[in-house]
């Protein structure tokens, strides 16, 4: 399951984090963009099986992140929410396991609202990272 191998990578990044301020975490969020197509409660009740023995009672929350495109032929920028993507998914449906496994996939499908160019690149919103991290 792809969302295991994210979960792990997360865990080692929020140990490095734990053992330089050397405080015990209480919670932490993980921020998930809108260009990733993944099942957020599997990715967090992995985080948790993966940080049972390290961070045995960690409270793990999700932030949806939008996605911030720029067109590359016009400059013009604008966002992406979540629900957008679905919509994106709905109208290309291999894009659904694509974005699963990279969500760059989904930029040659998206197309700039002011000029029609699929020429976008992600600013924002592509990426599932560690975001703030509470200590108890």
Known sequence: MHESSIAL?????L???????????KAVEIIVGA??????????????AAARDAFPRIEVRIVR???RLRCRSCGHEWVMEPG??????????????LLHLDADTALPYIKCPRCGSSEVEAL?????????????
Not at 15 to 25: I, N
Not at 85 to 96: A, M, S
Not at 124 to 136: H, K, N, P, S
């Open 15 to 25: 140990e490095d984090v734990a053992s330089r301020a050397s405080r015990p975490v």
């Open 9 to 13: 990578s997360l865990l080692a990044e």
């Open 35 to 48: 260009l990733n197509v993944i099942d957020t409660d599997a990715l967090v009740n992995a985080f948790k």
């Open 84 to 97: 957008d993507v679905e919509e994106l998914v709905k109208n290309h449906p291999r894009l659904g396991t």
């Open 65 to 67: 992140e939008p996605a």
């Open 124 to 136: 924002a919103g592509a990426r599932i990272r560690l975001g703030r991290v509470e200590f108890a």
